[in-house]
Structure formats: C-alpha cells, structure tokens
C-alpha cells in the first residue's frame, strides 16, 4: 500500500488568509469609523489605503487579490510533487481533478459577480466571466502543472520570462492601430484583449477588465513565487525556523526594491497586473508571510490569531457569501437595535463590528464542527 503524502498544515497560512480577507468582509470600513470617533485625521491616511489604486500606483487593498493567489502557490509548496515519471492512467485523476477545480471556481466567480439583488442575466453575452475566482483558478492551474512537471529551477526560470515577456509586450510591442508602450486603459494591449477575446461584458463595463484576460497570465508568477515561500517553510526544520523566516522577510525586501526599480519605466499597476506590480507584491506577501509565520507557528500565537484562522479555514466560502448573503441586514436585524441607542459617533463603528460579528459567529461555528468547505 503506498502511503499518501501529507502536506504540513501551516496555522499561519490559514491566519494570514484570513487577515486578507477581513479587509473584503467588511474590516475596510475600521478607518472611516474611528475617524468619526476621534477626529484623528491620521485615520483618513489609514482609509486611503482601503480602496484600490485609481491607475498606476498602489495601496495595501491592491495587495488582498495576489496575496490570496500567492497563498495557493505556498499551499502547493509545502508539498510539491513531480507526476511527470508517473504512467497516464495514473496521472489521468489529478488532471481531472485540477480541471473540475478550474471550471468549478470560474463557476462560482460567475455566481460572485451575478450575486443578491441582481442575479445572472438570461443572456450569455451579458454575463461577466471574467472574475476574482477565476483568476485565482487560472493562476493556481497552470502553477500546478509547472509543479507537477518540472523542476523548482525551470518552475523560477519560467515565473522571469512570463516577467519579461509581459513587460516586453506592453512596453516595446504596438498594439495594432496604436503605438508601442501605450498603458493607458483604452491603449494597452490588456484593452485589445479584452476587447477582441473576452466574452461577455468586463467590470462596470470598462474598456479594462481587471480581471481580464491577457492580465492573468502574470498573475501565474504570484502563484509560482508562493511555491518557493512554501518550499522555503517545509524545510524550516533542516536550516531552524528563524532562519527560514529571515529568509523569507529579506527575499521580500529584495522583491520590493525590484519591483519599484522596474516601477520607473514599467510602472506598478492592479489593473494591468504589471511586472512591477508582481515583484512588489510579492514582495510584501512575503514579509507578511514571515511574519505570520513567526508570530503564529513559532510563537505559538494561534489562539491570539484566531479570529484569522477561522475565516482563512473557509475562505472560499465566505467570500461567496460576502456576494449571495446580505450581511448587512442580518446585522442590523441583530444589533441594530444596539447600535441606534448608542451615540452618534459610535454608531458607525458599533455597525462595522456587528457586520463583522455575525459573519465570525458563523465561521465560528463551522470551525467548531469542522466543517470546511474548499474546492
């Protein structure tokens, strides 16, 4: 009987999961409600940094969509196994598995973008397929067959030349009718993609999806980049622990300072998913990594984390929920009454958190039962 490989179960992978998510659950709303508390205009600068980017530049809220991919790479690399050697027939279940798992997700991104209050229209031509799910499955699928096929040295040379390959299509290759390094929305070869290629209608019907279709190759990097953070903390007890997380945090700083190096002629962008963008994204994923890692796993903080496991256990779940459910009224169903009779000025943050409460009690409870629900 052939033993089945275990992959290292990891409570700051699930606590840092979730702290990503908390920002889409509703924890984005802290900033503006304590400014309304006390005044402090210092919370006005925290808030900036809970809406996305408007073209070029960056703020921690572009970074919940490549953490989350970037997660799935580590997930992958604490355990990465080679299938190449294996006969087909062999094979056969682990691609259908991988292809089930593609089609599901970009399935529920669908159901994501259709959710409460709308519902998918009856006409295929005005669905948006292009979604955060979607990208997050097309990212995890290719990485997952770099991993199953190829060496960690290919895997690295691969994540640089889809780097390079980007950059240079964008930057140095002339859209047809345009001109060569056109990153404006309308002007970029991500625009003539979408435009040409992708089905259906794009985000507020923008001549951009940012989810769309030329972008989400890039995106694969993230994931590939993870594979090597998790390969990194699977052998943490061969080099110690502490070492593994210096690693970790000094390959994000090298990260970052590349990817803003390159950000002055191929500049950071959420929308396109530049080259740039992925380094520095990389770059902070794996500094928090490294310290999640090391308050969580080796100081044993999972109890002090552990409004972040629960979410990052049912990750998926819950942000399909954050579309089908409307949390909103069931808080203020719970705690509205609470939440009118206190004063004015705590009214807004009182709400955030009884947002936030009713979707922990749930994730508590499943977490309690375990019950987790992943694709």
């Known amino acids: 009987m052939t033993a089945k490989t275990q992959k290292k179960r990891l409570a700051s992978l699930d606590a840092l999961r979730g702290m990503d998510m908390f920002w889409i659950l509703g924890g984005q709303g802290i900033f503006a409600a304590l400014f309304v508390l006390t005044g402090w205009q210092g919370w006005k600068a925290f808030e900036a940094h809970t809406v996305h980017s408007p073209w070029h530049g960056f703020t921690f809220y572009d970074l919940i969509f490549p953490l989350f991919i970037f997660l799935s790479g580590v997930a992958m690399g604490l355990a990465p196994k080679r299938i190449d050697h294996l006969p087909f027939n062999e094979r056969r279940p682990l691609y259908n598995k991988a292809i089930k798992r593609l089609f599901l997700l970009m399935a529920f991104g669908v159901l994501y973008n259709h959710g409460w209050g709308t519902g ?10 292009a979604s955060v799910l979607g990208r997050i499955a097309i990212a995890w699928f290719f990485c997952a067959l770099l991993v199953w096929h190829f060496s960690l040295r290919v895997l690295a040379y691969s994540g640089i030349g889809i780097l390079i390959f980007y950059w240079v299509l964008l930057c140095f290759i002339p859209v047809p009718g345009g001109v060569a390094g056109d990153l404006s929305a309308a002007g970029s070869w991500n625009a ?17 999806d940012p989810e769309g279709i030329l972008s989400s190759l890039p995106a694969i990097v993230n994931a590939i980049a993870g594979v090597f953070a998790g390969q990194l903390i699977a052998k943490a007890n061969e080099r110690g622990e502490w070492k593994t997380c210096g690693m970790l945090f000094g390959a994000g700083v090298v990260s970052l300072l590349l990817g803003w190096t390159w950000d002055l002629h191929f500049p950071v962008n959420k929308e396109l998913w530049t080259s740039s963008f992925v380094l520095v994204t990389v770059g902070w994923s794996a500094i928090l990594l490294a310290v999640f890692f090391a308050a969580v796993d080796i100081l044993n903080g999972q109890k ?10 049912n990750s998926i779940i819950i942000y399909l929920a954050s579309s089908l459910v409307d949390w909103e009224y069931i808080s203020r169903s719970v705690f509205g009454g609470v939440v009118n009779a206190a ?9 955030v958190t009884a947002l936030m409460a009713v979707q922990m009690l749930v994730l508590h409870w499943m977490y309690r039962r375990k019950i987790f629900v992943s694709v």
């Open 120 to 129: 998918a229209p009856f006409a295929f031509e005005e669905v948006r397929y």
């Open 192 to 208: 003539w993609f979408d435009k040409h290629l992708l089905p259906g209608i794009s985000y507020q019907n923008r001549v951009v």
């Open 304 to 313: 002090l984390a552990y409004p972040f496991v629960i979410i990052g256990a």
């Open 343 to 351: 004063p004015s000025e705590w009214q807004p943050l009182l709400a």
